[in-house]
């Protein structure tokens, strides 16, 4: 579907945030952690969709590459894949979606490689300039590998390497497509307790992701993070009798990158030359807007950066101090009810603080799996407007493999 140059800017303007500087009055309103390849946090699957965006210590299935790769060790299949397809900016668009493909492969009892590819299109869009007008079709991909090992009866461990690719192909020739490359690190601990008569599933897993280099769209004259991002969750599976179980799961997600400083940040720590006086005048004026703009993005200011320091400087970077940085943390928490693991209705909530994005969301899902496939649906009810998933139905398709090959009747015996 074509759209016009308006709403082609608008989706620029969504993927190019991190390039964008604020000049704020007040550290304490929006001041988001911004990064590029956004399409890199969208949530692949509609099981954990519809568990408010929870999978770092959930059941492993074959869409755990996003989540936690070191799940895959556990999984009863040898094999499996999925084919996942989520809908986005659905209220103002029709042609803009994430598909993404995924599967693993067991190599032995306690070794499994897994991959994936997710494609993020935005659609057909007009861009227009003062002689002509073109059809752009800006995209963003990113493809995946990862090896995982069982290192004990209950926990696991996985690296993962991904190469990434942005092209917004904005017919600009200061602008190019841009790439990068990035690790996975990836924990997963699988153990029991018993809950009065009931030997229950206790689980917890750790995945740092996208741990890698800068990504730029004008040949390194500026370059912007990518979203590296520290996922760390828990999960409870309770038994209620031989065919019913109920799972309870939690997720802590955090940004592994450094906060844009604000321009009254900028003015009080950087400008030392100013006095006092001066430097009131200028925050409440904006008078310096442009050498903070600037500043950002030579050598001395946030684009300076490297990848690895601002892993380590996102843990005490938040202009109003440690309140503030934990404001970037965002909660998930999930349920899901089985039947006979056949029949599963699951319900969650996500919640981002306000001065972080203020995405906050209910979600609901349900699924069904027989003996080879599994389908799965996830829908999205949204209680700030900021989100883009609001209203959305996301359908994730899985097979596995030793239940095709059973009903091929070609296993090998």
């Not at 299935?61 to 397809?85: E, H, T």
């Not at 007008?133 to 590998?145: N, T």
């Amino acid at each position: 579907m074509k759209k016009t140059s308006i709403i082609s800017s608008l989706i620029a303007a969504l993927l190019l945030l991190p390039s964008s500087a604020k000049a704020q009055d007040d550290w304490n309103k929006l001041n988001p952690v911004t990064y590029a390849v956004t399409s890199l946090a969208i949530a692949p699957d509609a099981r954990s969709a519809g568990l408010g965006d929870v999978g770092a210590a959930t059941d492993p299935d074959v869409n755990s590459q996003y989540w936690n790769p070191a799940k895959y060790p556990f999984c009863i299949s040898r094999a499996g894949v999925s084919l996942n397809y989520t809908p986005w900016l659905r209220q103002l668009v029709s042609d803009i979606d994430l598909a993404n493909v995924t599967g693993y492969y067991r190599l032995g009892d306690y070794d499994a490689l897994s991959g994936s590819l997710r494609y993020f299109s935005l659609g057909e869009v007009y861009t227009s300039n003062s002689s002509d007008a073109d059809i752009i079709k800006p995209y963003e991909m990113a493809l995946d590998v990862a090896y995982s090992r069982m290192l004990s009866e209950t926990f696991s461990a996985a690296v993962g390497l991904r190469f990434i690719y942005s092209d917004l192909n904005t017919h600009d020739d200061e602008k190019h497509p841009g790439s990068a490359f990035a690790a996975d690190l990836a924990l997963y601990h699988n153990g029991y307790i018993n809950l009065g008569n009931r030997e229950s599933q206790l689980s917890w897993g750790l995945n740092i992701s996208n741990i890698g280099s800068k990504i730029s769209y004008d040949e390194g004259s500026t370059n912007e993070f990518i979203p590296t991002n520290m996922r760390l969750g828990m999960a409870l599976l309770v038994p209620i009798d031989e065919y019913n179980t109920i799972t309870f799961a939690a997720d802590a997600n955090k940004l592994l990158i450094p906060t844009m400083p604000t321009y009254k940040q900028y003015i009080n720590q950087e400008r030392t030359d100013l006095s006092d006086e001066e430097k009131q005048n200028a925050i409440s004026s904006g008078s310096l807007s442009s050498e903070y703009h600037s500043w950002l993005v030579t050598g001395d200011g946030y684009n300076n950066i490297s990848p690895i320091s601002g892993i380590f400087k996102s843990f005490n970077d938040a202009p109003n101090g440690f309140k503030e940085e934990l404001q970037e943390i965002q909660w998930s928490a999930g349920v899901e009810y089985a039947y006979n693991n056949q029949f599963f209705i699951r319900g969650g909530y996500h919640y981002e603080h306000p001065n972080k994005g203020n995405r906050k969301y209910f979600t609901v899902g349900a699924g069904f799996k027989m003996s080879s496939i599994c389908i799965d649906a996830g829908y999205v009810i949204s209680v700030a407007q900021s989100n883009p998933l609001d209203q959305t139905l996301r359908f994730s398709l899985s097979f596995d493999m030793d239940g095709l090959q059973d009903i091929l009747g070609k296993r090998r015996r």
